[in-house]
């Protein structure tokens, strides 16, 4: 079954309900501006939002169509990247591009742009996530396979913002991933896996100010891609946001699975 429920109007404080993304799949996308390439596709996986098709030249955005809380969030989605191919040049081994960004930003709703920028570049005032799926030498790209975090339409990585490399399986690959992004304020934290199970560890924490980045506590929240002389189906399986919701200690994980345990045997 699928739900959505976008925030109509805003409270006294200028901040939206704090429930307000949860697409189990794009059957229905109610709530969303869909921008250029991006649109939905029948898949294996069901039907799936495609922000880039596997095409030279694409550019596509999708947007909550109002503006919701991010001054805290969580946020999970699935997706999985499929049929890469075009060019191998500058720091790759394989072909596939250029992979997607998880976008906040309080500007637009209907945004993207083609290539290296993955959509993202330009938009000046904004937080991203990046999974990127080419080595782009001019953005110092640790590899052709990696996670990181952006501030203000830069895609380039020499202003010491965390990324992480992707290995054993490349993001490309065809697998589904999951993923996890949480900010609570203070921390932005990225998680990634496999399974549908949240890691204890983050991938990568950092702290942040984000309504000073901002400059507000509200913000239109949604995925860019790209794709340039390298391509690849850029598929969001499906994707909720909320207000921050603080994970369980590790702690609380192990009591949790000793009771289970314990109940087992009983």
């Known amino acids: ?12 404080t200028s901040i939206v309900a704090a429930d307000v993304v949860d697409y189990t799949d794009f059957s229905d ?3 969303l501006a869909i921008n250029g390439s991006a649109g939905t596709a029948s898949t294996s996986d069901g039907e799936v939002m495609r922000l880039t098709p596997a095409t030279s030249g694409q550019a596509g955005s999708i947007f909550s169509d109002t503006q ?12 999985r990247i499929s049929d890469p191919g075009g060019s191998i040049f500058d720091g790759n081994t394989e072909s596939g591009a250029d992979g997607f960004v998880f976008v906040v930003q309080p500007i637009d709703s209907s945004l993207g742009s083609v290539g290296q920028g993955i959509g993202y570049a330009g938009i000046g005032t904004s937080l991203g996530v990046e999974f990127d799926t080419w080595h782009n030498s001019a953005n110092n790209d640790p590899s052709q396979s990696h996670v990181g975090v952006n501030l203000n339409g830069s895609v380039n990585h020499n202003s010491g913002l965390p990324t992480a490399d992707i290995t054993g399986p490349e993001l490309d690959d065809g697998d589904q991933w999951f993923a996890w992004i949480d900010y609570d304020g ?6 990634l896996s496999l399974i549908d199970a949240r890691p204890i560890d983050a991938l990568i924490s950092y702290e942040l100010d984000l309504v000073s980045v901002l400059g507000q506590e509200t913000a239109f929240v949604g995925f860019t891609s790209a794709t340039g002389a390298a391509w690849a189906n850029h598929d969001i399986l499906n994707w909720s946001y909320t207000g921050f ?8 994980l192990l009591a949790l699975a000793g009771l289970t345990t314990s109940r087992r045997r009983r």
């Open 186 to 191: 203070t921390n932005l934290e990225v998680r």
């Open 245 to 252: 919701v603080p994970a369980p200690s590790s702690a609380a």
């Open 29 to 31: 996308t109610t709530g």
């Open 1 to 12: 079954m699928h739900r959505t429920a976008i925030a109509a109007a805003l409270l006294t």
């Open 68 to 79: 919701v809380d991010a001054s805290d969030f969580s946020t999970k989605f699935s997706f």
